[in-house]
């Protein structure tokens, strides 16, 4: 509070919550709590809240999972025997270069930042791994020491030592992952609600948070928490009752939609933009006995009260709106002042999004529009839908259906106070079946073709299928910057691991 008149009063805080409907449930984020302090700075009174967002990591772990992995495949190298060093400088290469790849498609996904963070160290540490198993490993059998086809003494200490560094390694990951919220609860946001207030203002604090005067309002309220049903619907008529004088004299107002452009959906964001008409039809007094097609004025007439009063619209979880078009109020029947009118919008809207069946999900667009708090004497009833033609608009998504339903107030009742537009969207899974899936499944089964060869090939042959399978994890990799990020294992995930696992398998049995 920067005004000088308020320098002698103090903020105090209540409960900080979070409405279910407004909390984050999308995308990779989610609502882990809320903080909030009120202290004085300077002679003035603040109070600091807000919410407290935790990265689902799975994407993340794994990728440093797979790096950290791909750097053990130099020993193949020196299991098979491949003595020149051309081959192992090759294979080595092939290996570094899938780890860039990998590193950059995650780096594409992930916010750009000044410092070194936890992700960046980690895949240093991998790289660093890779390059000490081909030191170490040449190194030893520079020296004579590394015979990994023969149980002896140096083999067992070098075999133990990588497969520690690599167990430790994952460990470190995944205990890093966990520990990471236990830091931000010490060092973030968090920490500001352990200051308290002065004690000088304890005392009006507690008062503050305490119980109120009992009055008719609260009387009412407590009434209906009542265990009993039978009185929870007793004590539910009588404020009806007193309201019904007014609900009569409330006017309907029939909403239709016209659906021009749904474009750019964002599953990463929880976004999409919409371009659509409103038109709202009502009954109004001064319009009664006026011809049809009349031009109805909202401005302020010789008593100062607008000619005719519109139903003030608010549109719900909007990112950017603009509002590009308010028709004129016009009369559609004389005789019982029926008029109507039209308005445009342009919005990018917030909107929750599924990902559990990607890529062979549908999602469901909302658009909400609701009376502003001011605006009394209206409620809402749908009217009307039209979607038309999309397919030209929505890139990798098709429109199957719309739909149009009336949302209660937030004090509930009969009557709306909203209005929402659903428009259910399916995504064209073509391409990840046939660019994607297909191409990925067609990498791992060139690998039967080396059955073709013959057995005397076998360190060729082996040396060929290690690298269909680092082509293979560079495809993966270069094809996810493209996907969207989900916190649960959708079908894409399990489809590419089970196809990695049959890589490993015919691996296993040439």
């Known amino acids: 509070m920067q005004d000088p008149q308020d320098f002698h009063r103090t903020l105090v805080l209540g409960p900080c919550e979070t409405d279910g409907d407004c909390a984050v449930k999308s995308g990779e984020w989610s609502e882990i709590g809320t903080f ?27 990728s440093l999972v797979s790096l950290c992995l791909w750097s053990t495949f130099i020993f193949l190298v020196y299991k098979l025997d491949v003595d020149k060093f051309a081959d192992r400088g090759k294979i080595m290469v092939g290996v570094l270069l899938v780890q860039v790849v990998a590193k950059v498609a995650v780096s594409s996904k992930m916010p750009r930042v000044v410092m070194l963070t936890a992700y960046d160290r980690i895949a240093l540490h991998s790289l660093a791994l890779l390059f000490g198993i081909g030191i170490g490993a040449a190194l030893c059998d520079a020296l004579g020491h590394l015979v990994l086809l023969k149980v002896d003494f140096y083999g067992i ?57 009992i009055t008719p309002t609260a009387t009412t309220a407590t009434k209906l928490m009542a265990e009993d049903p039978a009185e929870r619907q007793v004590s ?109 919008y342009h919005a990018r809207i917030y909107n929750e999004f599924h990902l559990r069946a990607f890529p062979f999900d549908c999602q469901r667009l909302e658009v909400t529009l609701e009376l502003q708090k001011d ?67 067609f990498l791992t089964t060139l690998m039967f073709s080396f059955y073709l060869l013959k057995v005397t090939d076998f360190t060729k042959r082996v040396v060929d299928i290690l690298k269909i399978v680092l082509t293979q994890t560079a495809f993966r990799f270069s094809v996810e910057h493209r996907l969207p990020k989900a916190k649960q294992w959708t079908p894409f995930d399990l489809y590419t691991n089970f196809v990695q696992l049959l890589c490993c398998l015919i691996l296993d049995h040439v």
């Not at 004085?40 to 990591?57: C, H, K, M, T």
């Not at 992952?177 to 060092?187: F, M, T, Y």
Request: aromatic fraction near 8%; charged fraction near 20%; include cysteine.
């Open 375 to 441: 605006c009394k004497g209206f409620w809402l009833v749908p009217s009307f839908c039209d979607g038309g033609d999309q397919r030209s608009n929505l890139d990798g998504w098709g429109l199957l259906q719309t739909s149009v339903r009336p949302v209660a107030g937030a004090k509930g009742g009969d009557q709306a106070q909203g209005v929402s537009l659903f428009m259910l969207v399916e995504r064209e899974s073509s391409y990840y079946v046939i660019h994607v899936l297909f191409i990925y499944l």
């Open 36 to 62: 909030a302090k009120a202290s004085r700075v300077g002679g003035l009174s603040q109070a600091l809240f807000g919410v407290r967002l935790r990265r689902a990591s799975r994407y993340y772990v794994s």
């Open 157 to 213: 200490v070098v075999g133990s030592v990588v497969c520690c560094y690599f167990m430790l390694f994952v460990m470190y990951v995944k205990l890093h992952d966990i520990a990471r919220s236990d830091v931000q609860r010490l060092l973030g946001p968090a920490s500001l609600g352990s200051g308290g207030l002065p004690p000088k203002l304890m005392a009006e604090a507690e008062i503050l948070r305490g119980p109120s005067t």
């Open 236 to 344: 539910h008529r009588q404020p009806t009752q007193a309201a019904g004088e007014n609900d009569r004299n409330q006017r309907s107002v029939s909403v239709g939609f016209k659906v021009w452009i749904v474009t750019d959906i964002d599953v990463s964001s929880a976004t999409f933009e919409c371009k659509f008409h409103v038109f709202m039809q009502w009954t109004d007094p001064t319009a009664i006995g006026m011809p049809a097609d009349t031009r109805m004025s909202t401005q302020p007439g010789k008593d100062g009260k607008p000619l005719i009063v519109l139903p003030r619209l608010a549109l719900k979880n909007t990112i950017a709106l603009v509002l590009e078009e308010y028709s004129d109020v016009i009369v559609i029947n004389g005789s019982t002042g029926q008029v109507a009118c039209r308005i445009q």
